[in-house]
């Protein structure tokens, strides 16, 4: 569905700068897709935009069949079409945005595509869209090459858009996080209870997030006795995580929980984990999880795959361990050592922090978005 955020100056003017952005991606509090849409939006107001989000909204913790997701994908963009037209079109890069991109083309409103990912993601996520390759990279290959400009999140994804649309230029913004939410001393809202001692994974329970990894790293002999593995979010592999938790043994699942209450979660853990997989080559393209940098805003450690991009991040500063893909015991391995050496997890944290604080903060990023689209503004109108 559409709504408008306004932004205005003390005197009640608009300034005037229309913005419709699509997410084909239904935003649930908890995932990474919703701090990232709705944090840049945020910054983005903060400039003097106004934005308009379009979105699907499904029902809490349910995902519908392709049949009701297509529709949801029409009725999304049939309300973008017949809404004010705005001076620029931002996508969140989807196969189903094609005919936004197409009436964008054909009117001659400058539209930025947001790449997340290779075009594998969608196969991963969508399995019977392979029996049809082809043409739906043909249809996310276009909308690339239609665009005015193209931002990806990570210098890998950047030279894989360029090789894959023949793009000259392709702008990189990685993933950021609010270091005011965020933080160290972040509060733990009612409600919530947590065990004496944990390590934390939080965000959708996709195919690539290294589930399985996990439930076996906890079985695994080096792993902690009395540290538990607290999952809070939702996605397909929800059941699996529900059945682990099941046995009251060492894993705690808290569903899907409130965007402003993860951070009082994360800041209470040993460790947080990101171990993703190697499912459909990935980390080729480079990945840079959002829940790494929220975990390290929070002063906490992270436990990472050693893919490119963030990680090497983690490796040269420091603030956090670098495990190789799919090794539950080397998983294990690492909370154990973080466990046994609280002091060198107080070091990780610290440095973690600073490092986020400095380099990776929402509203930086959002600075950088809005130095892309004012440049389209200005080429719009001279």
Not at 56 to 83: E, I, M, N
Not at 86 to 114: C, K, M, N, S
Not at 163 to 171: A, L
Not at 300 to 307: E, K, Q
Request: with cysteine.
């Amino acid at each position: 569905m559409g709504r408008t955020r306004k932004n205005e100056d003390r005197h009640g003017a608009n300034y005037g700068k229309r913005l419709a952005y699509l997410c084909l991606q239904a935003t649930r509090e908890g995932q990474a897709s919703y701090a990232h849409v709705h944090e840049i939006i945020k910054g983005l107001e903060r400039r003097g935009w106004e934005v308009q989000l379009f979105e699907p909204v499904y029902a809490q913790g349910k995902f519908p069949g392709p049949v009701s997701r297509l529709l949801w994908f029409a009725w999304v963009q049939v309300k973008l079409l017949f809404s004010k037209r705005p001076d620029i079109v931002y996508v969140r890069h989807h196969f189903a945005a094609l005919p936004t991109a197409l009436w964008a083309r054909l009117v001659g409103v400058p539209i930025v595509q947001e790449v997340n990912g290779p075009y594998e993601d969608l196969f991963i996520a969508w399995p019977i869209t392979r029996k049809l390759a082809s043409l739906f990279k043909w249809m996310m290959k276009a909308q690339v090459r239609w665009a005015s400009a193209v931002i990806a999140v990570t210098p890998q994804l950047a030279e894989w858009v360029k090789r894959e649309s023949g793009k000259t230029e392709v702008f990189v913004i990685p993933n950021g996080v609010n270091i005011e939410l965020f933080r160290p001393d972040a509060p733990l809202y009612g409600g919530i209870t947590l065990p004496e001692e944990f390590v934390v994974f939080f965000g959708a329970l996709a195919p690539w997030q290294g589930i399985d990894t996990m439930l076996k790293a906890v079985e695994q002999p080096e792993w902690p006795s009395n540290v538990k593995l607290v999952i809070l979010g939702d996605g397909v592999e929800r059941k699996k995580v529900e059945k682990a938790a099941k046995n009251e043994g060492k894993v705690v699942y808290l569903g899907t929980v409130p965007y402003k209450a993860v951070p009082g979660i994360v800041a209470r853990a040993i460790a947080g984990l990101s171990p993703q997989n190697l499912l459909g080559n990935r980390g080729a393209t480079g990945l840079f999880p959002l829940k790494v940098l929220e975990t390290l805003a929070c002063g906490v450690p992270v436990i990472l795959t050693d893919f490119p991009g963030v990680a090497d991040m983690v490796k040269q500063s420091g603030c956090g361990i670098v495990i190789p893909p799919e090794d539950p015991r080397a998983l294990a391995q690492a909370v154990r050592y973080l466990w046994e050496h609280p002091e060198e997890r107080v070091r990780m944290g610290h440095i973690g922090r600073e490092l986020v604080v400095r380099d990776h903060s929402w509203d930086n990023r959002a600075a950088l978005t809005d130095v892309v689209l004012t440049k389209l503004l200005k080429e719009k109108e001279s």
